[in-house]
């Protein structure tokens, strides 16, 4: 903790005194210097008297803070190439005036001999373009100006390197740029540069204007004089200078009378504007055109001059400065009005100011932008990759390569040197773990580190409730970022194949649909918060038995069809930060540096941007790791003593291994920036991140969150009627006198154990403290029953059989005198059981609870059992009880809510994430021998396939226990005829289908109504149907409420393995309307064409 602490505040200090050390150029209001040292007039007014003091006191009083200042070759050099001191002394004067009134000066080179921008209307020609000598020449010109100019400060005075360039060829003025560019960075590292786009600096060209790349001190530029026959009405030096006829705005510049009623002319010179509407919406569109381009190259954007000319009608001339300014504000624009005075100026010729203009001018925000002062990448206003690139160019190959490994058991390094802070991380997909220690396992001890337990992910897929689970991110990404937390690892969106796997509890159930569903949202929540999610276990992590090295063959069509989809939805419609590679192999390859899942799959096909991390331990390969798309390697097993040990955090994979390969030229440099730049954007994502809130920590509104899901997420099994038509659930206050609870569940605390996602809640509230609480302690007794041990990860306790006698025989004693006896078993998170590390040995329910439940049958028929876990479970005992509660791992608040639904202050309204296979051989992982579950102890085949689930249940005509998608409420619903729109598809045609559904009981409560599609006939085997989508409605006693679905082709598709892509085989569909997979309310046909 106090590496932590000194670097946060180390980093702070760094990138705080970097900043503030560099004084950055601030402007937001200008004006032109016209007509003094550019453009001089014939007969008009000498240097000498042009400007003076007086001038740059009377710009700043009038609300203006910069004078962009323009010069000319020929006023400032003779032809012979001599500067002409007495003009140049007018330029330092002219300089230190502005200065001396704290006013910015920007020096624009404005016209050289070899250029004038107005050349083309002179009917003269810019050699600039065509001579290297003139090109030679300008640069000698900014080599001498930069001598002279340098020494003034660069928060006070930018360069210009020309005024409205008019290159035939846009990249002739980009590859110019870039020469000016070298000539003046060679001198001054921190000046800043204005530079325009071709062709007037017209916002028209903007896309087309390169400029260096990861340098925040330059300033682009663009003029703007839209429309121009409002802005240049009337000016002789135009086309527009003999122009008689009308002009508006806003609205028809010329109406269509105004246009019919022209010289031949005046109209074909003004035809071009024929029906155009001109307004601040359209002076928005096209200004947004240059403020785009800057954006993405992450650079401020200056108009360095716009205005209209004396000519034009004053009312319409001063509506349009006031749309002009209002829209520079809107973007951020800077600018400067052309001019000072003249046929453009706020002032007259004598000095005096236009005051209606000058108001107009200064009705806009004061806000200036900034230029400089900040690198790039530490500038959080600008575009991520800009931000990528920037720091990456300016980081040593050692530092790049020391993103790529841990520096702690959670924690990453980031750069020091550049004041780029690392990565905090933390184990939860439901709930932000306990502090753990730097460099070991043990637990901190902090008094501060608590946090809600939030219900265990197959009950949050059991709410079958989207929007719950973005309320469900939100939550806990406001407590990882309170913790300061930068990645939560989670959710896990692992496919249920087996129910003894002991990490199901962590994820979403068997249906890739499903779960795809749930964990956007929840993904999208906690990154809100400036949190990354890390989705995990990617991918085919589906058993925890053998993990570390079982070599996982599954055909390509299981993979994409069953296996990847939530992954592929966590990316592409979450856009999720981080991915966790999993720890066993697939086809050879150990999943955390696979080439097939990360190259190809995850950074090819979807085009993930984000940062692949090993689990603990899960890397095995230097140059495997390097070439094949990891990113991040944590928690690989060695002491971690210090950086210098040879079995410190140095001696990860990624470490000094990685930097030796790089240096040896057997990993390219291509690789490592790709590494470090997924890297950094973590990072700015989220230790960097501006726009995350400070978080909270178990507050009222976490704990509802939690409620809703514990709720929502409890699935009633069964609730059959027993005596006098009466079911035994929901109980009723007062009707039973005594009611036993029996069962370690019903005072374990639940979040302790389980693996790497145990918690620390702040608070637990057990089903019996609940029941008790709304009871009374006269009315609820308890029983121990079975002993279960302490919550070990490596280990369990062994039992005496005397003590398990001794606790049965007590519960069977008690439950004699009972009127009702509620069970509450199940699993829990000790070791082989749902917990990390190892699988369960067995379908049966552990601790003699089968033994248990069948006697407490025998004592008291009136018997409601509810069983907490995250896996099915055998149940010889179920046509006996009367009543089932499935409860999962309910979270802090979980003893409460199951209460709840119990005494029916909330009606169940949970559906089931998995099938419950009768018996263990039902299940397919299962049905084909050890080699499909759990493998030899080297190789695994997936033989079941595709058929994962109900598809196999459905497929193989075996009735499971419970069906996938089941579960029963204390109200009843009733379906109408679904009905389709069409009965062909062709195309792109969307279908809808459309079913009534009506809550015909007695109490309020929530249907879950499932769309299923079935392939009639095709080459492959397909499942009899699969989920395609849900609709969780809520209603009323004797409401009824319209459930529309809407299918289109892709919701047809199946992954054709010879031609590795998906295929719709025209033919016959079925879709099927139900409350479960098995329980089919209605069906529609319709055909592919």
Not at 586 to 615: M, P, Q, Y
Not at 737 to 762: C, T
Not at 880 to 891: H, K, N, T
Not at 982 to 998: F, P, Q, T, W, Y
């Amino acid at each position: 903790m106090r590496k932590l602490i000194f670097f946060i505040l180390w980093t702070v200090s760094f990138v705080g005194g970097y900043a503030s050390s560099q004084k950055v150029f601030e402007i937001k209001r200008g004006i032109n210097l016209s007509h003094w040292l550019s453009q001089r007039i014939p007969n008009g007014p000498s240097i000498q008297e042009g400007m003076n003091e007086t001038d740059f006191n009377r710009i700043v009083r009038a609300g203006f803070d910069h004078v962009r200042l323009p010069i000319d070759e020929e006023v400032l050099w003779h032809e012979n190439g001599e500067k002409d001191k007495e003009a140049f002394s007018y330029l330092h004067k002219g300089i230190q005036w502005a200065l001396q009134n704290d006013l910015k000066v920007i020096v624009d080179l404005h016209i050289v001999r070899s250029h004038y921008f107005n050349a083309g209307h002179d009917g003269k020609k810019n050699l600039l373009w065509e001579s290297a000598e003139a090109q030679a020449h300008f640069l000698q010109l900014w080599q001498e100006l930069v001598q002279e100019l340098k020494e003034y400060p660069t928060s006070e005075v930018a360069y210009e390197i020309m005024n409205e360039p008019t290159a035939p060829n846009h990249e002739d003025w980009n590859k110019l740029v870039e020469k000016a560019y070298q000539v003046i960075r060679k001198e001054e590292k921190e000046r800043v540069l204005v530079i325009g786009s071709n062709m007037w600096q017209g916002v028209y060209t903007f896309p087309f204007l390169k400029v260096p790349e990861g340098d925040e001190y330059i300033l682009l530029s663009c003029h703007f004089y839209e429309p121009f026959l409002l802005s240049h009405y009337q000016a002789g030096w135009t086309e527009f200078g003999n122009y008689q006829g009308a002009v508006h705005y806003p609205g028809e510049l010329v109406t269509k009378q105004e246009l019919d009623a022209l010289s031949e002319a005046d109209r074909k010179l003004t035809d071009r504007y024929r029906g155009m509407v001109w307004n601040k919406a359209m002076l928005a569109a096209y200004l947004s055109k240059a403020k785009q381009v800057a954006d993405e190259k992450g650079l401020n954007l200056y108009c360095g001059e716009f205005g209209i000319y004396e000519k034009a009608p004053k009312a319409d001339a001063l509506r349009w400065y006031k749309d002009v300014i209002e829209v520079f504000d809107s973007l951020d624009i800077a600018w400067s009005i052309w001019d000072y005075k003249g046929g453009f100026g706020v002032y007259t010729s004598q000095g005096l100011p236009k005051k209606e203009l000058m108001h107009t001018l200064m009705s806009g925000s004061g806000k200036k932008i900034e230029v400089g002062g900040m690198p790039l990448y530490l500038d959080v206003r600008k575009p991520l990759e800009l931000r990528v690139k920037d720091a990456l160019s300016r980081m040593t190959l050692e530092e790049k390569t020391r993103l790529s490994y841990a520096d702690g058991r959670f924690s990453t390094s980031g750069c020091a040197r550049l004041g780029i802070p690392g990565l905090m991380y933390s184990d939860g997909p439901h709930g932000v773990r306990a502090e753990i220690c730097w460099n070991s396992w043990d637990y901190a001890g902090w008094t501060n580190d608590s946090c809600t337990a939030f219900p265990a992910l197959t009950c949050l897929a059991s709410t079958w409730n989207p929007s719950l689970s973005k309320k469900y991110g939100l939550a806990i990404g406001e407590e990882a970022r309170f913790r300061h937390k930068n990645v939560l690892l989670g959710p896990g969106v692992n496919i249920y194949r087996t129910p003894l796997n002991g990490r199901n509890f962590e994820y979403m159930g068997e249906d890739p649909f499903l779960a795809a569903r749930m964990c956007v949202p929840y993904i999208q929540g906690v990154q809100e918060n400036g949190v990354a999610a890390c989705v995990k276990h990617y991918a085919l992590n589906n058993q925890e038995h053998w993990r570390n090295h079982i070599d996982v063959q599954v055909s390509d069509r299981a993979l994409y069809e069953i296996y990847l989809p939530a992954f592929k939805a966590a990316v592409e419609e979450g856009k999720v930060w981080s991915i966790m590679g999993a720890y066993n192999k697939v086809r050879g390859t150990h999943a955390a540096h696979n080439k097939l899942l990360n190259n190809d799959i995850l950074k090819g096909e979807w085009k993930f941007d984000g940062c692949v991390v090993t689990d603990w331990g899960a890397a095995h390969d230097t140059y495997e790791a390097a070439m094949n798309g990891l990113d991040l390697e944590l928690g690989t097993f060695t002491n971690g003593l210090t950086s210098n040990s040879d079995q410190g955090y140095d001696s990860y994979y990624l470490g000094s291994a990685y930097l030796r390969m790089v240096k040896e030229g057997k990993v390219p440099m291509s690789v490592v920036d790709d590494k470090a730049s997924r890297v950094l954007r973590l990072i700015f994502r989220t230790a960097m991140n501006a726009d995350g809130q400070f978080g909270a920590m178990s507050n009222d509104s976490h704990y509802e969150t939690a409620y809703q899901v514990a709720t929502e997420g409890v699935v009633l099994l069964k609730n059959q009627s027993v005596f006098k038509g009466e079911s035994l659930l929901p109980l009723k206050q007062g009707k039973y006198k005594h009611i036993l609870v029996v069962g370690d569940n019903a005072v374990r605390n639940l979040m302790a154990g389980g693996g790497s996602s145990e918690l620390k809640p702040k608070m637990v509230i057990t089903p019996l403290e609940a029941l008790v609480k709304e009871l009374g302690s006269d009315c609820v007794t308890f029983s121990q029953g079975y002993m279960a041990g302490r919550p070990m990860f490596d280990r369990a306790d062994v039992i005496p059989q005397s003590v398990a006698d001794s606790l049965y025989n007590a519960a069977i004693e008690e439950a004699r005198k009972a009127d009702l006896v509620i069970f509450m078993g199940g699993l829990n998170k000790n070791y082989q059981q749902d917990c990390e590390g190892e699988d369960r040995r067995a379908y049966e329910l552990p601790y003699g609870q089968d033994r248990l439940i069948e006697g407490l049958l025998k004592a008291n028929k009136k018997l409601v059992v509810v069983l907490t876990s995250g896996n099915a479970v055998a149940m010889p005992w179920l046509k006996e009880v009367p009543s089932l509660v499935q409860s999962w791992y309910l979270g802090s608040i979980g003893g409460k809510a199951l209460a709840d639904v119990l005494l029916g202050e909330v009606t169940p309204s949970g559906k089931l994430p998995f099938s419950y296979p009768a018996k263990l051989e039902d299940c397919p992982a299962h049905y084909y021998g050890e080699l499909s579950y759990p493998g030899d102890s080297i190789r695994q085949e997936y033989k079941e396939d595709i058929l994962v689930g109900y598809r196999w249940y459905d497929t193989k005509h075996i009735q499971p226990l419970f069906p996938f998608g089941y579960g029963l409420s204390y109200t009843q619903f009733e379906y109408g005829k679904p009905v389709i729109s069409a009965r062909e598809m062709k195309g792109d045609d969307v279908l809808e289908i459309r079913c009534n559904v009506k809550n015909v009981g007695s109490v309020a409560g929530k249907e879950i109504v499932q769309l299923y599609i079935g392939d009639e006939k095709c080459r492959v085997l397909r499942p009899v149907k699969e989920l395609k989508d849900f609709y969780k409605v809520a209603l009323q006693p004797g409401e009824e409420r319209e459930v529309v679905f809407t299918v289109d082709k892709e919701d047809l598709m199946f992954f054709d393995d010879q031609l590795h892509d998906w295929v719709a085989e025209p033919g016959k569909f079925k879709a099927y309307i139900g409350s479960s997979s098995k329980d089919i309310k209605g069906v529609v046909e319709f055909e592919l064409k």
